[in-house]
């Protein structure tokens, strides 16, 4: 692409679509109406951009050069602040790499041979398919959405929690996949220079200077799309996937003190273009009966999917709510099987309308997947005894019984990030490594356990309302304390049974005054 300021050649990046894209109201209204009604209702908000899309279908709108643009971009930033966030030692655990690699084999087989039986007894839209199409069509259907299990995990502040970065770590397991078989499939070879990536490497401790010299205000969003964007650039020039450049610049910076400040930073942009993603599901082709037909008898096959990747979870010693929450968060269809799909038609190997079948599929298994994981820890809390029957005894060392120590007063306090913890401990804080919205967390505090009080100090209003509900089950008496930024999450947290909420916003001032008062009385 080339940038152009006016006729001004020589410039790499065309954002003329930006100003086109955001000058159609009709889009962004119909988005904005269709998210807030799914906020409302209790969903997420890419549900009611999923719909948008549908009814823009409706009324005779298609996904243009405009939209794919601001869809490719979203998608670009996606994976950059997911490599932000990335531990590369996440990918090396068996419960990564082993569960991708058995599960996508099972999928692909078991799906595609059951599609080509089908086929084979003549069944309605199937039987044109052979036994290479059946299992391409059946590796389309194998991947889970990075797009909506980064945002669901985002929004429930679950992305550093043990069952976050293992779904995160499938997935990236499963985008390398998808850009192998791309590759493979468009009959082209990396370009030769392709090693020259390597010599990202040592240019890593400049990235570190130059993040720690941008400051915090917009060159620090500046210098974040120059990592996404660029990253993308140099991959895509090498033939590779232009995704994958900007996960891998994202990675290299992920170490830094800053990391998260910058992933914070990008959220917003990241939200917004990723908008035209979720439209272009929707306008990507008018449904016919028959392919609503498919498409909605195809949607189920997601619960097969959990159900496999739940049992590989569990034989590798995940614990059964860690297996049960990752495996949630994946019980969906994948923006990469409408890309795979693509490929098939554009070689011949499947028709177009299978493109349209995925995208039905793909949207349904987004309401599906949205509902499940709204509700994925009443789930597993009230079916506790059955699901932990299915876990091994021989759990990973990350859950080992936690001890407080004759504490009287928890402060949460216990993180579900491992680098947080062990920053705490060097500091000399008795800090615990643990998930507080997790029912088996509050059984595995020693039963002698003291605690008088309990201050959540969560920064998701999600995860402290999570945290309330558990402790109702743990049947604790102690009085609870929470932190809130907002008045209506103050009175969210009252309902839930806080006993005291601070509004750290209002508050704050407040408190700052008095200690500056104090201070001027006491003469000091």
Known sequence: MALSTGNQPGMLMDFEWVAIAFGDVAWISVAFALGLLSRMAGLPTLLGYLAAGFVLNGFGFTSGEVLEKLSDLGITLLLFTVGLKLNLRTLAKPQVWAVTGLHTSVVVILFGFAFYALALLGAPFVSGLDLSSALLVAFALSFSSTVFVVKSLEERGDMASLHGRIAIGVLIMQDIAAVAFLAFSTGQAPSPWVFSVLLLIPLRPFLHLLLEKVGHGELLVLFGFILALGGAEFFESLELKG??????????????????????????????????????????GTPTAETLLIGTLLTPLIFLKSALFFVLMTRFKLRARTSLLASLNLTNFSEFGLIVAAVGVANGWISADWLIIIAISLSLSFIVAAALNTNAHSLYAHRRPFWKRLQRNDLITDDQSLDTKGARVAVIGVDIDPATVMNHRSAGQNVLHGDPSDADFWDRIQATSSLELIMLALPKLQTNLAVLEQIKFAAYQGRVAATAKFQDEVEALEQAGAHTVFNVYAEAGSGFAGHVVEENASGT
């Open 243 to 284: 995704d994958l450049g900007a996960l891998v610049l994202g990675v290299l910076v992920a170490s830094h003190a800053k990391a998260d400040e910058l992933a914070k930073t990008m959220l917003g942009f990241k939200d917004v273009f990723l908008l035209g993603f979720f439209l272009s599901i929707g306008l990507s």
